[in-house]
């Protein structure tokens, strides 16, 4: 009888790890790092993030983008990537981009956000950190 029990259980498990995930409630969320430094070291606040966010959220709202099944953009405090600020990342895929300006985030949400195309030369290089 527990070598039934011990094989249903087996069962049971292969059954979960294959059940399909359920859809997230976001397809794309994207984060810019808002953080603040006030001791001089580099930080993204200090680079412009602030008006970035606010850039792509209206973009992706103009877009029709916004809301449940689509795409949520959010701040984030320090997102550890200080030395290829600003950047922003975008989930689920976990792209970070490195960005200088409006027409940089305008391309990131006409192509990534509107097309599902990764903007190659926007790409925050790996090995860049803190």
Same mark, same amino acid.
């Given at each position: 009888? /527990? &070598?039934? &029990?011990?094989? +249903?259980? @087996?069962?049971?498990? #292969?059954?979960?790890? @294959?059940?399909?995930?359920?859809?997230?409630?976001?397809? $794309?969320?994207?984060?810019?790092?808002?953080?603040?430094? /006030? $001791?001089?070291?580099?930080?993204?606040?200090? =680079?412009?993030?602030?008006?970035?966010? +606010? !850039?792509?959220?209206? =973009? *992706?709202?103009?877009?029709?983008?916004?809301?449940?099944?689509? *795409?949520? *953009?959010?701040?984030?405090?320090?997102?550890?990537?200080?030395?290829?600020?600003?950047?922003? *990342?975008?989930?689920?895929? @976990?792209?970070?981009? /490195?960005?200088? +300006?409006? /027409?940089?985030? +305008?391309?990131?949400?006409?192509?990534?956000?509107?097309?599902? =195309?990764?903007?190659? !030369?926007?790409? &925050?290089?790996?090995? #860049?950190? !803190?």
């Amino acid at each position: 009888m /527990s &070598t039934s &029990t011990s094989q +249903d259980g @087996a069962a049971n498990a #292969l059954v979960c790890a @294959a059940a399909p995930a359920s859809p997230s409630y976001y397809k $794309n969320h994207v984060f810019f790092c808002l953080n603040q430094r /006030s $001791n001089g070291e580099a930080c993204c606040a200090a =680079q412009g993030a602030e008006a970035a966010f +606010d !850039r792509c959220k209206s =973009q *992706v709202k103009a877009a029709g983008l916004a809301g449940p099944g689509q *795409v949520r *953009v959010n701040k984030a405090g320090c997102l550890d990537r200080c030395a290829a600020g600003p950047v922003l *990342v975008v989930y689920p895929e @976990a792209v970070w981009y /490195s960005y200088v +300006d409006e /027409s940089d985030i +305008d391309e990131i949400v006409e192509s990534h956000l509107k097309n599902g =195309q990764v903007v190659e !030369r926007l790409l &925050t290089p790996a090995h #860049l950190g !803190r």
